[in-house]
């Protein structure tokens, strides 16, 4: 049974509240939020047992108010979502436009030496991901912990994991741009990436309609397929700097 409901959530960090009473209950089937409505949805499949009293209920136990919505022709289901382009290039322009510029900024400070090397190349597009990426989390650093609490596995556990997690960033940026601890830093770097990975690629099999951390919470960027490719790239790369 899909059942709508409208809810005084505000942002990311309200659903970071919701999102363990709604996982842990095994009533509900799939789940997911739709923040960009004004009337801030989740749209619920509950099993046959589920009633919709329990969920307003469990959304009241996180600490906000919700109501049922009677169904609606444009109601979004769950089990067959509606058809939406997969890619857009307007919604992800300010993940192109960092990436471009890390790209540029490689590409400029290895022209400086004499030969092209890719793993000094690969460094420094390592570094300056991490340090540019780092910079729009930590603007406002709270907002991204909470945004980051809601699909990572471990953030969702230690709120101190993910206040430290752009601190690491930075610390992996200057690692990879000066060339120091590039093993110790290729092996972080793979470590926390794939674990980043699981929880990314959860929130996109479950279909919900949350905010990527990746740019912090300065951009309201969809968690999709690109996050994957995103976290993917960088494990590979550092994968590929410790075979080398």
């Known amino acids: 049974m899909n059942t709508t409901f409208s809810t005084s959530m505000t942002c990311g960090g309200c659903l970071s509240k919701v999102t363990p009473f709604l996982d842990n209950e095994p009533s509900v089937r799939q789940w997911k939020s739709d923040l960009s409505d004004p009337r801030k949805l989740i749209h619920v499949d509950l099993a046959p047992e589920g009633r919709p009293e329990h969920i307003v209920d469990l959304i009241g136990q996180a600490g906000f108010t919700a109501s049922v919505i009677p169904h609606e022709p444009e109601t979004i289901s769950i089990a ?19 990436v471009s510029y890390v790209i540029g900024a490689t590409v400029l400070v290895e022209s400086i030496h004499a030969n092209w090397q890719w793993t ?125």
């Open 80 to 98: 067959a979502p509606a058809a939406k382009p997969a890619f857009s290039l307007g919604t992800y322009k300010p993940l192109f436009l960092v």
């Open 120 to 244: 000094r190349a690969m460094s420094y597009f390592m570094g300056f991901f991490f340090l540019g990426f780092a910079f729009f989390k930590l603007l406002n650093i709270s907002k991204f912990a909470d945004a980051f609490s809601t699909y990572d596995i471990i953030a969702r556990r230690s709120r101190s994991y993910a206040l430290a997690y752009p601190w690491i960033e930075v610390t992996l940026g200057l690692l990879f741009v000066t060339g120091t601890q590039l093993m110790v830093a290729n092996v972080v770097t793979a470590v926390v990436m794939s674990i980043g990975l699981v929880g990314v690629i959860a929130a996109v099999r479950k279909k919900q309609a949350i905010q990527c951390a990746c740019l912090g919470t300065a951009f309201n960027l969809p968690m999709s397929v690109v996050t994957i490719i995103e976290n993917s790239v960088m494990i590979a790369m550092a994968l590929a700097m410790l075979a080398m």
